[in-house]
């Protein structure tokens, strides 16, 4: 019965420890990182405060599009307070072409040069794609953007045409004939109407040096004009130098901080420390664990709620183990003091938690990004460490006690 106790130990141990070397690359390859680890761009943007809620889900829903159009993975799009959207870009490689693509408002109008009516708006484009016409002489018109048409756009556009080359039909250079085409109030091209356009088609030309600048126009107009005006009253870059830097320091800093607490709690408990350091690995296993599979972005503050999780599941050992030496010194058996050791302990280690949890869940709920990443991470610590703590770690120590490996109370701290 002794050796079934500790072979049951033995079998426990050698399960996190399979489980932790097996952790590894899945724990690296899936961490998602924040842009402070892995760099990238940020931005927060304020819209007029009469913004209705339907103009701040239709915002964010056209900025995710032009967002995926960049081919950024992973970025971050939410809503903060009223008015305001939040984006983060995590590595990309250009931020001022993501910034200005997110910022724009991309009205297009098509405006008649002779009565200045607008005749044609981002509201009748079905599509805008980018193109190239290696015949063209002229280096600022060999880029372009076709547009085409719905159904209703293409029956304007037919009419408007037919009606500028049947008014000007005397010159055909008349200059009336010009349809100049707006983005956001700013003339982006003004072609001649040569002949009726039927087919819904026109395109932009001119003035675009690369074939480059000519697909983010075409991702603007694809995405739809921007239902309020918003203003950035943040940009914030991280390099992806400072990024890399912060994650060495921060993976240091919590290797240096969990073998400073193993080895103190092994040098001031003895068998208990032993048992909390493997208390501490299923901890950090259950924690990443939990974090990857709600996928979750790992950020600094984050981290730091990490960190401060794992020395309230030290404390709750502490707390433990404390009561267990002091069962142990009045005089009762191991596995006696190891149930009055915890049952003494419950509502100490309970209580504190408990009133964490609840400021975590106010910090979750007000907070901003960072600080509910967080709150967020000290919640899921929390709630593991109490596992850890008051489940594995009782277990493991009654098991050592059934089996009866030793009567020495000192190996036991007291």
């Known amino acids: 019965m002794r050796w079934e106790r500790l072979l049951l130990v033995l079998i426990t141990v050698l399960i996190i420890a399979v489980l932790t070397f097996a952790a590894i690359e899945p724990f690296q390859n899936n961490v998602k990182l924040g842009l402070d680890l892995k760099g990238g761009v940020l931005v927060r943007l304020e819209a ?6 339907e103009d701040m889900a ?3 829903a056209i900025i995710d599009n032009r ?6 993975t992973e970025p971050e799009i939410r809503r903060e307070g009223d008015n305001r959207i939040l984006v983060e870009l995590p590595g990309v490689n250009n931020p001022e072409e993501a910034v200005d693509l997110i910022g724009k408002t991309a009205l297009l109008e ?3 040069v002779d009565t ?4 044609i708006t981002g509201k009748d484009l079905k ?3 980018e193109g190239m016409d290696p015949s063209e002489p002229d280096p600022g018109k060999k880029n372009f953007v076709g547009l085409e048409l719905n159904a209703e756009g293409a029956k304007k556009f037919a009419a408007v045409t037919r009606e500028l080359v049947d008014k000007y039909s005397e010159n055909e250079n008349d200059p009336n004939r010009v349809i100049a085409i707006f983005l956001d109030d700013r003339l982006i091209s003004a072609p001649l109407v040569g002949s009726v356009i039927t087919n819904g088609q026109a395109s932009i030309s001119g003035g675009f040096s690369t074939l480059e600048e000519a697909h983010n126009l075409a991702i603007l107009l694809s995405s739809g004009a921007l239902p309020v005006a918003l203003d950035i009253i943040e940009k914030r870059t991280v390099g992806p130098k400072l990024g890399l830097d912060s994650l060495v320091k921060s993976q240091n800093a919590a290797l240096y901080g969990i073998a400073s607490i193993l080895l103190f709690m092994i040098v001031y408990y003895r068998i208990p420390g032993i048992v909390a350091g ?9 924690v990443w664990g939990i974090l ?6 790992i950020t600094l503050p984050g981290i730091a709620g990490f960190l401060l999780s794992m020395g309230m599941a030290v404390d709750a050992n502490v707390i433990i183990y404390e009561r267990l030496k002091e069962e142990l010194k009045n005089g009762k058996s191991l596995r006696a003091a190891v149930d009055a050791g915890f049952s003494r302990a419950f509502w100490t280690i309970f209580d504190a938690n408990v009133t964490t949890l609840i400021a975590s869940a106010v910090l979750i709920y007000f907070g901003t990004s960072s600080i509910r990443g967080f709150a967020l991470t000290l919640s899921i610590g929390i709630l593991a460490s109490m596992f850890t703590a008051i489940s594995f770690t009782r277990f493991i120590l009654r098991q050592l006690a059934l089996a009866k490996i030793t009567n020495n109370n000192k190996l036991y701290g007291a």
């Not at 967002?67 to 950024?72: D, E």
């Not at 200045?116 to 005749?119: A, K, R």
């Open 48 to 53: 007029p405060e009469n913004a209705t809620d």
């Open 292 to 297: 990857i599979g709600i996928n979750a972005t």
């Open 110 to 112: 098509f405006k008649r």
């Open 67 to 72: 967002i995926n159009s960049l081919g950024v």
């Open 116 to 119: 200045l009516e607008t005749v």
């Open 58 to 60: 239709k915002a964010i």
């Open 127 to 129: 599509t805008a794609k």
């Open 278 to 286: 493997f208390s501490l690995v299923l901890y950090t296993l259950i």
